[in-house]
């Protein structure tokens, strides 16, 4: 694990924590460039939570559960969702919404080493929402290898039709050499993807990756 260990301090000194606001505070209310209504985006939160695995550090992917009003259906995305009135924080929301999601409790022996920086849909067709990632770092009883044996599973929600731990190197290697493609209004339309085993990753999650793995050597 003194890999692992050596990797997060190394993210630590570059990613950004940022000023934790509430989650209603006029701090996280970005607006589109051009939008003079007035209207705020919704916020929401995810976290992108890392592991030590058997061959270097892993992060958690989910695979969306197939719901008609869900825009993301089927996507693959990380553990998140939008913000309650409940919620401290944004911070707070990624939190809540990962154990909600797949059962892990990152305030029990996990940490949240910093934020990136928030990103909302391209597409006219999604929803107005702005999206803010956390970088977190899973309990120990979830990491491969450890004293515990085999590492703790994930308990996953009606939301989550699957989670899966994806080698970090694996991501940086392939890079962004896909391609995922969908038509919206009749048009054929192209997108960056990150391949995996599970599928592609692209969209938000793809963007939001891009920033991390800026962070990694």
Do not use: C
């Not at 003079?36 to 890392?50: H, I, M, N, P």
């Not at 989550?160 to 896909?178: N, Q, T």
């Amino acid at each position: 694990m003194s890999d692992f260990s050596d990797f997060v301090t190394r993210l630590k000194s570059r990613v950004g924590a940022g000023v934790l606001a509430p989650a209603g505070g006029a701090g996280f209310e970005p607006r589109e460039e051009g939008d003079d209504s007035g209207e705020a985006l919704r916020q929401a939160a995810v976290a992108l939570v890392l592991r030590g695995g058997s061959e270097g550090p892993e992060m958690l992917v989910i695979k969306r559960s197939e719901a008609e009003r869900d825009h993301w259906s089927g996507h693959l995305a990380l553990p998140g969702g939008r913000v309650e009135p409940d919620d401290e924080n944004l911070q707070a929301t990624a939190v809540r919404e990962t154990l909600e999601e797949v059962g892990l409790d990152l305030r029990a022996g996990g940490e949240v080493l910093g934020r990136l920086g928030a990103v909302k849909p391209q597409s006219p067709y999604a929803p107005r929402i702005a999206v803010t990632p956390f970088l977190a770092v899973a309990p120990g009883e979830y990491h491969a290898g450890g004293a515990a044996g085999a590492p703790q599973q994930l308990e996953l929600s009606g939301e989550v039709a699957a989670a899966f731990w994806v080698p970090v190197d694996e991501l940086k290697r392939g890079g962004r050499s896909a391609v995922f493609r969908m038509a919206f209004a009749g048009v054929e339309r192209e997108w960056p993807a990150y391949p995996s085993e599970h599928g592609m990753i692209w969209g938000i999650t793809e963007r939001i990756l891009t920033e991390f793995l800026s962070l990694v050597d």
